[in-house]
């Protein structure tokens, strides 16, 4: 294990550091509140300012991965374990009920990395939500799909970051998007997820997520609501989030209800979570839960928008301890997604004018290089992203003005065919 000097606190193991682009945001701040060790594939050199210690492991291998922990966690005297990456919400809670540290438990975990078991809890506790059956075959998907009516949601089992999701509007909808629930993923997430492919009730709606905060079994806090636009059907790509601290969701007492018994229907008790919903004619209805902070660095549209800070709560709550979770400010922030219109190999990539020199700019990355082969919607992927930016502003209303500014200022060139597009939402 490599390590340096701490401010002799008792350190949390985290496992998994990410891409730099999506998590340094989080490890930063995870680390201002505890000396981190790091335990991971390879940790990444991005990573190595921030961590008292890091050890190379292979988490594929359970056993291994245990067995390491357990030394480290003594000979460290490591206050808590934790993870912000979906991967690892699992082994995370696996090694802290072991260890003795503050988490949730093992089964509850599991279940936020299994759709059908999600589906099931929140049915047999009449939370809202979808109807769903898990197909073994595109034949009996299709006589779901039948019994449900057209058109239905078909998407892998144990997926994430909407890889393989597709809304399916006929019998060959449905057997062509089985096959692709099969086999899509992103960020390497097939070595650590249930298999299996789920034909689903089509909800119709605006989509939001809860930010949220458990502080025990009965004290489930939102802390920010996340409004989200979708790309075109049939994908559920997300092309941009906004965070709004004034948002009438979060006085909302359906929404409060409704995110509180999911929250208890899956036994979660503690931690800093993700809760997608729909904002159907029916009222909210839960699309899934995650057991770890947002992706697409949400997080930090949080931080900006309310002065709320998750990945420090994550650090907090991994040690026992309760966070501050008091707003310290009155503002909205909001990130924007650039996908490709066509597939074929990325030419250039430009900033026309002067938008990098807006104060409420806060980033604008390139996520890909010149040269890279880019597939575009209905076949893309968030592995197919070529820039993200994010801007503050005092409302939701003036941060989407600014997220369009943006975009309209930026130029991508792809070969084959040879064509200049613009980022349009």
């Avoid at 075109?232 to 509180?260: K, M, R, T």
């Avoid at 002067?354 to 890909?368: A, D, G, M, N």
């Amino acid at each position: 294990m490599n390590s340096r000097t701490s401010d002799g606190s008792r350190p949390i193991l985290l496992i998994g550091a990410g891409a730099q682009e999506q998590r340094e945001f989080l490890l930063r701040q995870v680390a201002r509140e505890r000396p981190v060790v790091l335990i991971d594939q390879d940790p990444p050199a991005w990573a190595r300012p921030y961590l008292a210690a890091w050890a190379a492991v292979d988490l594929r291998d359970p056993q291994a991965t245990e067995a390491f922990i357990r030394t480290a966690s003594v000979e460290l005297n490591a206050a808590g374990v934790t993870t912000y990456m979906e991967h690892f919400v699992g082994l995370a809670a696996r090694l802290a009920h072991r260890l003795g540290l503050p988490g949730n438990s093992p089964a509850s975990a599991a279940v936020c990395r299994d759709k059908a078991a999600t589906r099931r809890l929140l049915s047999e506790h009449h939370v809202p939500s979808a109807r769903s059956y898990q197909a073994q075959n595109a034949d009996e998907a299709v006589q779901i799909a039948r019994g449900l009516g057209y058109p239905v949601v078909v998407k892998p089992r144990g997926g994430a970051g909407s890889a393989g999701v597709l809304r399916a509007d006929s019998d060959d909808d449905v057997r062509a998007a089985f096959r692709r629930a099969l086999v899509d993923s992103v960020l390497g997430l097939e070595n650590w997820s249930v298999p299996g492919v789920l034909v689903e009730e089509y909800l119709r709606g605006p989509e939001i997520s809860a930010e949220t905060v458990v502080l025990g079994p009965d004290q489930v806090e939102i802390v920010a609501v996340t409004r989200k636009t979708l790309g075109p059907e049939p994908q559920f790509q997300e092309v941009a989030h906004s965070v709004d601290a004034a948002d009438p969701l979060l006085i909302d007492p359906v929404l409060g209800e409704v995110v509180a018994a999911a929250v208890h229907a899956l036994g979660l008790s503690w931690g800093v979570l993700h809760v997608e919903l729909r904002l159907t004619a029916s009222g909210p209805r839960v699309i899934e839960v995650n057991g770890r902070p947002a992706g697409d660095l949400i997080p930090l549209l949080v931080e900006r928008a309310t002065g709320i800070n998750l990945p420090r709560a994550l650090a907090t709550l991994a040690t026992g301890e309760k966070p501050d979770l008091a707003p310290t400010r009155t503002a909205a922030a909001a990130i924007g997604f650039l996908y490709p219109q066509h597939t074929g190999h990325l030419q250039r990539l430009d900033v026309r004018g002067s938008i990098h020199h807006q104060l409420w700019l806060e980033r604008l990355v390139w996520t890909r290089r010149v040269g890279a082969h880019v597939s575009a919607p209905p076949h893309a992927s968030i592995d197919d992203r070529l820039a993200h930016w994010i801007v503050t502003g005092p409302t939701a209303t003036s941060c989407a003005r600014r997220l369009d500014l943006v975009a309209d200022h930026l130029t991508v060139h792809i070969a084959p065919p040879t064509h200049t597009t613009t980022c349009t939402r």
